[in-house]
């Protein structure tokens, strides 16, 4: 999106709250931002770079190179200018610059003298700060330079963005869960039943009501809860309302519990599809009043609820059995006593009682729902319907008291206060359709998601109307998961939808079928979720992680390219350093051709320890897993490094534990690379001193060894306030050491991230002017057997007679190869391009090809597979060794893929031809 430029009070606005939604401003500084910061200096070869922001009156540095600034005024920077450009905003001399000539960063250190810088735009084309990088000296930065300031500013936006929109799910998914996590019990009987009576869902009050499971109930028939007494009556009820096309019943009939209590259920049948949606409340206590007052004789000594009889004076003269199981009371205990004095308790409401009595002294009945207590203190609550019965006269004979246990009941309305909280609250949607897939039933909050009511969507298929008509990818998944739901499978979809106002959303489905007891779809219940939230930060995530795998691949192109621009030179100098030095020089050129080697070679340690870093960073650096002796490896490791440690009067000193296995599986290479990096270091910066390395085994245990690693010299030491960072890339524990010891910064990094491949993390231990120690634990597999030794037979080194083709377009590479091999006694031939090398071959007969990779024209790989493709044995025969300068990792496997034999790596030393050519032409 284009950026949109500060002309405007609403667009400034608009961009300060888009930098604050952010939440970047005055937050410490991230290893991540100073990375970004760190490979700007380094793209751009300048000595300082930011990563700023800019708000209302300021200009803030998350991170910087080479400046200690915080923040600075928006009217002195540079970056107000940036976000008020287009592209990449530049200053090739900021002294004869009118804009910038009296800024405090151009007259006081650090005197910028130039600058370049790339805008932070967000995905709404908002300039949030900028990417920027200075100098010391004029200069004009190159196309290639700029691009990359503007990758490194979209890659910071990337992160920013990835970081809040990881934020806003985080706190989604929380609200999410906590909705989830709220349960609905109800507390009336909700169940849904096949037209043969199978119960194919109920809800937990049936715990409560019938004292079974949900599970338990679930499967069963209908029929097996009902009072035997009432099955035909029911039946015949409905089936006389069916014959009468009614599709609602109202029909009370009596319900047997797990325990054997029975209670009257009033309930509400609804018919759809074959099926019977039922709503089921407890009418017991009614019932039963009912029927005590219609045979009031009979049912004193057979009913279930408890019956008590008082005399005019509300005294207790007889109670039935149900009344002794409900309160714990017989009629001993009550006889000649008024009830409410035994059952009342601490929370029994006294006021109620006593307005029932004054009901009682006028004459007069009363229903009352009171908390009482059994005889066992347990509370209890009782429905008491009382019924006054006068005599003759008008006067008040008897008392007749129909007592209700009612607890549960009581407990049930407490359970339906929640379940009505949790319904109007819940913001899944429900659809219920039948077998064919058409709705029956939404919930308002499906109403809500979708704008649609439950008259527009009953009767069709959801799907129809909130699909996408051009989207035949959609509506494919959408049939299949129909197929699915018609044979009885659950699926779970997400899937793009049209609201009714015309806006998409993204829902996830999730589909339960509902089977008869013969396996037959009755219904489908679809809970739907908005999942559009979801759906967009999962999108932004994998658009980030294409653009970091986009920038991590064009930091290894890049890297590797100028690694080849420079390796070609540098073959050039290291090679002419080699002839010169060997051409018997006086001795006051000596001095100085050692001093060009030793440059020479020190750059190439720099470029090879910035590409292995790159790997590493990039994922293309793997571990090898071969068989080697550990004791043969750190012996000539030390042995080399001895004349550089005696040219500092160091003693270096192995200490090896002969416990440790004599082959073991690994990466020797990288081995050598982590041991030969700790050991140069403590030899550097170590004098007239002694440097350690010990290897102890600390467990053997079923062909598995754990080995620890420690090299300790008493030498300068590292600072505590340093040791922090030591491993971070490009770093030294003081400003001077790259000035008085040399190297990169790169060392420790790369030992670093190499442990960490083998699962291992570096110690360190040191104190300043005492020395310094360095330790790891790497765990190898014991190779399963010992090979034969090898004898080594050292080839003839007499080249004379012996016909080498080098193939290179470069002239100076062409000379040095010439000289070189020319001291050896061959005979030298050569071609400048594939097309001739293809030609001299078919031609001529040589014994080797020095073949460069990357010519004008056919390069050195396709050159290669012509001559292998040619029919003669010769010519697949002939040892063709690759001249490269390049070490992008693919590259190495095409070696071997286009017939090559080998290769060598610019800028060469003359041994390493030396020994290439023994081995390939006299093995």
Known sequence: MLSKPENSTAQIGNRISALREHRILDTPKEDLFDNITKLASLVCTTPMACLSFVDEKRVWYKSSIGLSLDELPRDISFCEHTINSDGVFEVYDTLIDKRFNEFSLVTEAPKVRSYAGAALIDENGFKLGAVCVF??????????????????AREVMTHLSLKRNS?????????????????????????????????????????????????????????????????????RTIGRGLLKKEEQFLIDFRVVSKTGITRWIGWTMVAKSGRWYAYGRDITENKRVEHELMKLSFVASKVNNAVVINDANNHVTWVNDAFEKITGFNLEDLKGKRLGDLIAGPKTDMELMARARELTKMNQSFTVDLLAYRKDKRPIWLSIYNTVVFNDKGEVETEVEI???????????????????????????????????????????????????????????????????????QRLLIGESRLKSQNNEPYSIEVQARKKDGTTVWLSISNTPIVDAKGKLERQIDLITDITQRKQVEWEMVEAKEQALQLSEAKEMFLSVMSHEIRTPLNAVLGITHLLMDNDPKSSQIEDLNILKFSGENLLNIINDILDFTKIETGNLKLELIAFRLKSLVTDIVTSLTINANKKGNALILSYDDQIPELILGDKTRLYQILMNLLGNAIKFTDNGKVTVMLKLITRHENNAEIYFEVADNGIGIPEDK???????FTQAKPDISRKYGGTGLGLAITKKLLQLYDSNIQVQSEEGEGTKFSFILK????????????????????????????????????????????????IDVAFNGEEAIEKVKQNTYNLIFMDIKMPGIDGFEATRIIRDLPENYFKTIPIIALTASTLHNEFSKFKESGMNGH???????????????FHLFH
Not at 723 to 729: A, D, K, P, R, W
Request: charged residues 25%; aromatic residues 6%; glycine residues 4%.
């Open 135 to 152: 100098d010391v000296k004029p200069r004009m930065f190159t196309t290639d330079q700029k691009e990359g300031l503007e990758t490194l």
């Open 167 to 235: 934020e806003k799910l985080v706190a989604k998914n929380q609200e999410f869960e906590e909705l989830i996590n709220i349960s609905a019990i109800s507390p009336e009987i909700h169940c849904i039943i096949d037209m043969n009576g199978k119960l194919l869902f109920i809800n937990d009050a049936v715990n409560n009501i019938l004292e079974y499971t949900v599970a338990e109930a679930t499967g069963s028939n209908i029929w097996d809860f009902c009072h035997s007494s009432d099955v035909k009556e029911i039946k």
């Open 403 to 473: 007592i209700i246990d009612i607890t549960e009941k009581k407990n049930v309305e407490e359970e339906l206060q929640v379940l009505s909280l949790v319904a109007s609250e819940t913001n899944t949607g429900v659809n219920i359709s039948d077998p064919e897939c058409n709705t029956t039933w939404v919930n308002q909050s499906l109403e809500k998601l979708t704008g649609y009511t439950l008259h527009e969507l009953q009767g069709h298929k959801l799907g129809d109307i909130l699909s996408i008509d051009n989207d035949a990818a």
């Open 723 to 729: 040791l922090s960072y030591i491993f971070e890339t």
């Open 780 to 827: 190898f597999a014991e190779a399963p057997a010992i090979p034969k030794e090898i004898t080594i037979v050292v080839p003839p080194v007499n080249f004379t007679g012996k016909q080498i083709l080098i193939v290179d377009d470069n002239e100076i590479n062409v000379i040095i190869a010439k000289r070189i091999l020319g001291k050896l006694g061959v005979g």
């Open 904 to 918: 060598l790596l610019k800028p060469f030393k003359p041994e390493e031809i030396k020994d290439l050519l023994s």
